[in-house]
């Protein structure tokens, strides 16, 4: 009888245990939820790339918008849907490039420009715009605001001046509760 008494014991404590974390996934933890791009920015097709940094700036001779990431940082689970709106303004002449950092081999740092993790600083989320001609346009640690990454991405494709939010908010369709 106190085997039984202890086994429901033990299967109660566990069960309160066990629901008492949270199992769902959730936008301001650093908890790994799966692919982030997916889940908070509404658009899984940027993981994987299609093309690497090489590729756009020697074959495609494009400017490529670098956005270093883990899967696991609140931070850039914030920066997902900014760059859902990039990729709807710019994505057919910009290549966007989200580099997840435990793919780098920062254990052989590189001198090639024309490799992702020449310009990792160490930081998530860490984005670089670089021109087609090699120019480092846009360097920021952290989420930035749309309009300010609007801007060099706009000189780097010799555009006019920047959308007015107003008309940018009107292309842009909402797609869960963490799009804007």
């Not at 254990?107 to 310009?119: C, K, S």
Request: aromatic letters at 8%; a negative charge.
């Amino acid at each position: 009888m106190k085997r039984i008494w202890l086994c429901l014991v033990l299967v109660v404590l566990v069960g309160i245990l066990g629901f008492s974390s949270p199992t769902s996934a959730s936008l301001r933890d650093d908890r790994y939820d799966g692919n982030i791009f997916a889940l908070y920015g509404g658009n899984g097709s940027l993981i994987p790339p299609r093309v690497t940094l090489s590729q756009s700036l020697n074959e495609l001779n494009r400017p490529a918008l670098l956005v270093f990431y883990v899967d696991d940082s609140s931070d850039c689970k914030l920066y997902t849907p900014l760059l859902n709106q990039v990729q709807a303004f710019y994505g057919k002449t910009i290549s966007i490039i989200p580099v997840i950092v435990d793919s780098l081999k920062l254990d052989q740092p590189t001198t090639d420009p024309t490799q992702e993790a020449f310009y990792y600083r160490g930081f998530v989320p860490q984005t670089v715009l670089i021109s087609s001609d090699r120019q480092v346009m846009f360097d920021q640690e952290g989420k930035p605001d749309f309009e300010d990454l609007e801007i060099p991405i706009r000189k780097v494709l010799n555009l006019p001046p920047k959308v007015t939010t107003q008309q940018r908010d009107a292309k842009v369709r909402q797609i869960n509760e963490v799009n804007p």
